[in-house]
T-cell receptor, first 117, second 116 residues
Framework: KAGVTQTPRYLIKTRGQQVTLSCSPI?????VSWYQQTPGQGLQFLFE???????NKGNFPGRFSGRQFSNSRSEMNVSTLELGDSALYLC????????????????FGAGSRLTVL | AQKITQTQPGMFVQEKEAVTLDCTYD???????LFWYKQPSSGEMIFLIY??????QNATEGRYSLNFQKARKSANLVISASQLGDSAMYFC?????????????FGAGTTVTVRA
């Protein structure tokens, strides 16, 4: 079956611009999470959506937003880009939600690598 | 406080040998899950193995096994018979059992380089 698909894979923006990243989860997966990965901060949780509702949000400024559509596809948007937003943005989907069930394994996409100049 | 600590920034291992990657975690929850992921240079995070806090036996998946020591809050990954393709960054992660909180907390990662 198809994995998690993220588009675009690479993009370059300038400071002040905005960017929208897209994520298509594995078919049947209703939970989609986003993570930011940078060399300095490592992997940090951005937000998680389940059935079109944001259930959890990480410690990021309001410039970072997201949404999930009825087909479980998700987008995240970063407005007024800053140099520090340069990162690999990873999307992950999971089948069900619950604290420690093995079924809650996150399957990650290949990421969208954003460079802000 | 760091929820996941990986103390080994980088490791070298000879092909066909075993390697152990350390991971300690911090949580006050009774129910939690521990995960290991592999990230090759391509960037994609690949799930390797999962251990639930209530699982009495250590998890194993092929050449990967998880040495789970609950009292020590330790979840070390053992890769047996290393292969050149095992060269990658390895992340330990935890999901705690709080209601409506399903995020993973990741460690800083360990870079493994397998030598021929």
């Amino acid at each position: 079956k198809a994995g998690v698909t993220q588009t675009p894979r690479y993009l370059i923006k300038t400071r002040g611009q905005q960017v929208t990243l897209s994520c298509s989860p594995i078919s049947g997966h209703r939970s989609v999470s986003w993570y930011q990965q940078t060399p300095g901060q490592g992997l940090q949780f951005l937000f998680e959506y389940f059935s079109e509702t944001q259930r959890n949000k990480g410690n990021f400024p309001g410039r970072f937003s997201g949404r999930q559509f009825s087909n479980s596809r998700s987008e995240m948007n970063v407005s007024t880009l800053e140099l520090g937003d340069s990162a690999l943005y990873l999307c992950a989907s999971s089948l069900v939600s619950g604290p420690s069930s093995g079924a809650n394994v996150l399957t990650f996409g290949a990421g969208s690598r954003l460079t802000v100049l | 406080a760091q929820k996941i600590t990986q103390t080994q920034p980088g490791m070298f291992v000879q092909e066909k040998e075993a390697v152990t990657l350390d991971c300690t975690y911090d949580t006050s929850d009774q129910s939690y899950g521990l995960f290991w992921y592999k990230q090759p240079s391509s960037g994609e995070m690949i799930f390797l193995i999962y251990q639930g806090s209530y699982d009495e036996q250590n998890a194993t998946e092929g050449r990967y096994s998880l040495n789970f020591q609950k009292a020590r809050k330790s979840a070390n990954l053992v890769i047996s018979a290393s292969q050149l393709g095992d060269s990658a960054m390895y992340f330990c992660a935890m999901r705690e059992g709080r209601p409506n909180d399903y995020k993973l907390s990741f460690g800083a990662g360990t870079t493994v380089t397998v030598r021929a």
